[in-house]
């Protein structure tokens, strides 16, 4: 599956268009390394660093989905691997 279909179909990109200009930035790595075409092809097991605003996510792709569905199927086709979980020794005390 090429990256620009992908970035659509798990919901990093609102249009096929916006993935595509994602792209050609140069700014997203597929397994460490910097792409810049769209035709690039994703496979599971491939690990993607994506920046999205002012955050960069790396996610692990489970699956490719076989279509643009609802978020939670999106999510379903891969694991964030960057994901911050609070540090319960630093909780607020009252």
Same mark, same amino acid.
């Given at each position: 599956m090429r990256i620009d279909k992908l970035?659509?179909?798990l919901r990093?990109?609102?249009?096929?268009?916006l993935a595509q200009a994602l792209v050609g930035e140069g700014h997203i790595r597929?397994?460490?390394?910097?792409i810049e075409r769209c035709t690039a092809?994703? +496979?599971?097991?491939?690990v993607l660093t994506l920046p999205l605003g002012e955050n960069v996510r790396?996610?692990?792709?489970?699956?490719? /989905?076989?279509?643009?569905? /609802? /978020? +939670?199927?999106?999510?379903?086709?891969?694991r964030v691997l960057d994901e911050v979980r609070a540090?319960?020794?630093a909780?607020?005390?009252d």
């Open positions: 970035l659509w179909y990093f990109a609102k249009s096929r268009a597929l397994n460490g390394r910097r092809r994703i +496979t599971p097991g491939d790396v996610i692990a792709l489970l699956a490719l /989905p076989d279509r643009r569905g /609802p /978020p +939670t199927e999106a999510q379903s086709c891969y540090n319960p020794i909780a607020d005390i």
